[in-house]
């Protein structure tokens, strides 16, 4: 009846023809808030749309979950590639009945699009991150913003928001979807809860997003999903980007080639994690050295470029105290840091910083041969070092002199990026590196003297960084590739002026 064979089909990939869902009787979203089951397009702009039923794919989930179920049962160490393999098969054994059921019911087959689209849908239910999963598959979208089940967002780069299909049926559904994701997301990531005890949720998704959630202390569950869309950027990726020139560029390869320890600071999303990712490119493939972070991202698991390097992740405490009043199961970074230093590294690359692991970031900079790497929150390049002492007093470090002490014995250079937004007056959103500070020591006031190697130039419109004088650390750079006139181009190689509605960065 069906004229084609179904078994052998695999379940379409993300670039497939886009899907939008069907919403599910009113008896079985009786529990979700208002609007929860509106349909909407849920698929890349400009592709073919296919309907997925909700209630045949979750009633396929669960008849192939009741499988996959009984043959980890028989087979406890089944590996995911097996278990994913098999639930393929068994989705294809449930569309073939359900094809018929729908020809017979309609009086014509459904579509190839239709049934390939329903067939996505209940693997992402059972491998992946579920309703969620076409908005991850859309490569377009760089922050996806959840205010509970029904209010989802997507930010596709451009800052503007369109409005997403939900991602559950009810606030209590998309909770136990969190939960899901925090059991099984990441091979050998630290295990990560929700629940009332712990009501906040930070956790790398397989595809290397962020995603950030918060509940119990809220209204309803909020979740923010921040992905990488430059994974695998080097330092001609951010050249592209016009987020640096190719002077700047030549500038920090001699940088890190020549072993000087780096701070990448600017305000939150302005690009630090995706410039420290093109810098980490600068490291030759087969050097060992460490990434430290609370929550994994730098490095993408499928990225086989680095062969040398540790990937070390903290993990949470389960909620319980000891007898010496610390967390039971907690590792800090400063817990990671210790062993790390003993295998035999080169480098230590430390992650986003926003606490106590401030102590463990300046430990790994004044340790090592240097050439580490570190990000910070700042709202200024020169702010920098009180951000630095504001964590310390943070983490319990209550000495003001000691983190102006370590922040000048440890960096060598801060990078600073920043984020202009001009989309509340119909602009566009920019980010670039605006200075490059070098550090030289301690000034006579006791905090860290720098040099402003890079800086905008406002009296030419220039926003952007470009060279201003040489550094201290000069003959280093030259030793490492550094061309020796490269820094006497007082505008740089930017060609244009960017485009500000308003000129000038405050």
């Not at 309703?131 to 979208?141: A, C, E, M, V, Y």
């Not at 983190?403 to 014995?409: D, I, K, T, V």
């Not at 670039?432 to 402003?452: I, K, Q, W, Y």
């Amino acid at each position: 009846m069906r004229g084609r064979a179904l078994h052998d089909a695999p379940v379409v990939p993300p670039e497939e023809p886009a899907t939008r869902v069907r919403p599910r009787p009113a008896h079985a979203a009786a529990s979700a808030t208002a609007g929860a089951a509106r349909p909407r397009p849920v698929g890349r702009s400009g592709s073919q749309e296919a309907i997925v039923d909700l209630e045949a794919a979750e009633e396929i989930r669960r008849r192939v979950g009741d499988r996959l179920k009984d043959a980890l049962a028989a087979d406890p160490g089944m590996d995911p590639a097996t278990r994913e393999q098999r639930g393929r098969g068994w989705i294809n054994d449930e569309l073939a009945v359900w094809y018929q059921q729908q020809a017979m019911r309609r009086g014509a087959p459904p579509s190839r699009a239709e049934e390939a689209a329903l067939a996505k849908a209940v693997f992402d239910l059972l491998f992946r991150a579920g309703r969620l999963q076409p908005l991850l598959d859309d490569d377009r979208i760089e922050t996806i913003l959840i205010n509970g089940c029904d209010q989802v967002w997507a930010d596709v780069g451009d800052g503007h928001l369109e409005p997403r299909s939900p991602v559950a049926d009810s606030d209590a559904e998309l909770l136990e979807l969190l939960r899901h994701l925090a059991r099984t997301s990441g091979e050998g990531q630290a295990e990560r809860t929700l629940s009332h005890a712990r009501p906040f949720l930070a956790l790398r998704l397989p595809d290397g997003s962020r995603l950030q959630a918060i509940t119990g202390v809220s209204a309803r569950p909020y979740v923010t999903i921040r992905r990488h869309r430059h994974q695998r950027a080097d330092l001609d990726t951010m050249v592209r980007l016009g987020a640096i020139d190719t002077t700047l560029r030549a500038f920090l390869s001699a940088a890190v080639k020549a072993g000087k320890n780096i701070m990448v600071a600017g305000p939150q999303a302005a690009g630090k994690s995706t410039l420290l990712r093109a810098l980490l490119r600068e490291y030759d493939r087969d050097e060992r050295f460490a990434v430290i972070e609370t929550e994994g991202e730098l490095i993408d698991p499928a990225d086989d470029y680095f062969r040398q390097v540790l990937t070390l992740e903290a993990r949470e405490s389960n909620g319980e105290r000891g007898p010496d009043g610390r967390p039971v199961g907690e590792i800090t970074l400063l817990d990671l840091l210790y062993p790390a230093l003993r295998m035999s590294l080169s480098r230590v690359v430390v992650g986003e910083v926003r606490g106590p692991e401030v102590v463990a970031m300046m430990q790994a900079l004044t340790s090592g041969q240097g050439g580490n790497l570190c990000t910070i929150h700042a709202l200024s390049p020169y702010v920098v070092f009180d951000r630095i002492a504001e964590l310390y007093a943070g983490a319990g470090v209550l000495s003001e002199d000691l983190a102006y002490r370590q922040a000048a014995n440890g960096l060598d250079f801060i990078v600073y990026v920043q984020l202009v937004d001009e989309r509340p007056i119909g602009g566009a959103r920019h980010r670039f590196v605006s200075h490059v500070l070098e550090v030289t020591g301690r000034g006579e006031d006791g905090r860290p003297a720098t040099n402003t190697i890079f800086a905008p130039r406002p009296e030419v419109g220039e926003v952007r960084a470009v060279p201003h004088m040489h550094p201290s650390c000069l003959p280093d750079l030259l030793r490492a590739g550094l061309p020796p006139h490269a820094l006497d181009q007082p505008y740089g190689t930017w060609g244009e002026r960017l485009p500000l509605l308003v000129q000038g960065v405050g």
